[in-house]
């Protein structure tokens, strides 16, 4: 592969050569009942065995070939220099919504405190519990600090950080810095601007498709990319159709090679958050679909011409239409839990509908979705099946846990 980028990803069933993930950290531990929906948790992962399953995707990846980098590590070795340490620290804090003015002084010092950078990031993903502060003087106290609330966190966690498909994603050569959803992720992109800012392999070498700043939402479950010439975006929960239509603007101005994009729109709820949740290429010519989505779906081609985009809606059927941009004769759409309703509600529910693949052919998906598993071994797929039971809780799978870097050219 003659690639000299540091991104390079013109698909999604390439040979994966390079890919980012988080273990799950001590965020984790920071999640309780009261204060779930906040942010974004139906359960509490146990997280020792979290760890010992994300330990072993990683190890399932890298037994395949795949160089594994890690989001904190990233992060961490961004930060050069002490004026850059502080700076991030600073935009750390600005971005937390911290209300006293001596709370967010105690809160600054902790932190510039921690001389090692990766024990930094880790702190500042886990959240701070306003226990760990020393109490502050009564004369410091503003009005914000005296009036103070029974919420334990002076900063919030970030336990969906495991999920690293979501703050960024890439495309081609670039990066889509994404506006989050919810003001509990949208800190989490904070740590993708400092490794395509300042990291010494990654910072100022990727262009940006869409910046964080942007005041509509995407997400990165939301982006696939499905050739060299065919980009497919969701319109979701996550994702506003106006986002859209400035990631594909940057996208075509920037010159990565796509043709056309096709934008689904399908149900707003929970359950199917994003695209990846309900639709997955896992080879050449085969997907993985959730059924429950193929009769409201709509989708859309989008392509640019003398400096506009030009949308039109497709009206045909979906494996046909899937077939003919990618130029194969047919398309199958493999069902998540096959013909059967109640099936396939539980093992989209469990993300048998979010697979990785890290090769045509070659997937990896949580080894609880059985029904699918076997419908996918019998489309001739190898499976590699990792456990799942403590991840899950957080209602994501092995796409969703994962940002390829690099992948093989098809």
């Known amino acids: 592969m003659s690639n000299t980028k540091p991104i390079h990803v013109f698909s999604e069933?390439?040979?994966?050569?390079?890919?980012?993930?988080?273990?799950?950290?001590?965020?984790?531990?920071?999640?309780?009942?009261?204060?779930?929906?906040?942010?974004?948790?139906?359960?509490?992962?146990?997280?020792?065995?979290?760890?010992?399953?994300?330990?072993?995707?990683?190890?399932?990846?890298?037994?395949?070939?795949?160089?594994?980098?890690?989001?904190?590590?990233?992060?961490?070795?961004?930060?050069?220099?002490p004026e850059l340490k502080e700076q991030f620290v600073d935009e750390y804090l600005e971005e937390a919504n911290i209300r006293g003015r001596a709370t967010k002084k105690a809160i600054r010092q902790l932190l510039l405190s921690?001389?090692?950078?990766?024990?930094?990031?880790?702190?500042?993903?886990?959240?701070?519990?306003?226990?760990?502060?020393?109490?502050?003087?009564?004369?410091?106290?503003?009005?914000?600090?005296?009036?103070?609330?029974?919420?334990?966190?002076?900063?919030?966690?970030?336990?969906?950080?495991?999920?690293?498909?979501?703050?960024?994603?890439?495309?081609?050569?670039?990066?889509?810095?994404?506006?989050?959803?919810?003001?509990?992720?949208?800190?989490?992109?904070?740590?993708?601007?400092?490794?395509?800012?300042?990291h010494p392999e990654y910072g100022g070498k990727v262009p940006l498709v869409y910046d964080r700043d942007e005041t509509t939402r995407i997400e990165g479950g939301d982006e696939l990319v499905l050739s060299k010439d065919v980009l497919a975006v969701g319109i979701s929960q996550r994702t506003d159709?106006?986002?859209?239509?400035?990631?594909?603007?940057?996208?075509?101005?920037?010159?990565?090679?796509?043709?056309?994009?096709?934008?689904?729109?399908?149900?707003?709820?929970?359950k199917f958050m994003h695209l990846d949740t309900v639709f997955t290429m896992v080879d050449y010519d085969k997907f993985t679909i959730h059924p429950e989505i193929e009769g409201d779906l709509r989708v859309y081609s989008v392509t640019y011409e003398n400096e506009a985009l030009h949308i039109v809606e497709e009206k045909g059927d979906l494996a046909e239409l899937l077939a003919a941009n990618l130029g194969v004769e047919k398309v199958d759409l493999i069902r998540c839990g096959g013909d059967n309703t109640v099936a396939a509600g539980r093992e989209q529910w469990n993300d048998g509908s979010n697979t990785l693949t890290i090769a045509p052919g070659v997937?990896?998906?949580?080894?609880?979705?059985?029904?699918?598993?076997?419908?996918?071994?019998?489309?001739?797929?190898?499976?590699?099946?990792?456990?799942?039971?403590?991840?899950?809780?957080?209602?994501?799978?092995?796409?969703?846990?994962?940002?390829p870097f690099v992948r093989e050219d098809l």
């Open 241 to 270: 159709a106006a986002s859209i239509e400035k990631l594909l603007v940057n996208i075509f101005k920037e010159n990565l090679g796509f043709k056309k994009v096709l934008a689904f729109e399908f149900a707003n709820n929970r």
């Open 114 to 198: 921690i001389d090692d950078n990766r024990e930094l990031i880790d702190k500042t993903m886990a959240g701070i519990q306003k226990s760990e502060l020393p109490e502050v003087p009564a004369d410091e106290k503003g009005l914000t600090d005296l009036v103070e609330s029974n919420y334990p966190f002076a900063i919030d966690p970030m336990p969906n950080l495991y999920f690293t498909r979501d703050p960024f994603a890439t495309i081609g050569n670039g990066v889509s810095l994404n506006h989050m959803y919810a003001d509990t992720r949208n800190r989490e992109t904070l740590y993708g601007k400092y490794i395509f800012t300042y």
């Open 13 to 81: 069933i390439g040979k994966l050569k390079k890919v980012m993930l988080h273990r799950p950290g001590k965020e984790i531990e920071n999640l309780m009942p009261d204060y779930l929906e906040r942010l974004l948790f139906d359960d509490i992962p146990f997280l020792e065995d979290a760890q010992k399953e994300h330990d072993a995707f990683a190890q399932a990846l890298r037994d395949e070939g795949v160089e594994v980098l890690y989001l904190e590590d990233l992060a961490a070795e961004s930060l050069t220099s």
């Open 363 to 403: 997937v990896v998906v949580y080894k609880r979705n059985t029904i699918t598993n076997a419908i996918l071994e019998s489309k001739g797929l190898r499976l590699i099946k990792i456990g799942g039971s403590e991840l899950v809780r957080g209602r994501g799978g092995p796409r969703c846990m994962s940002m």
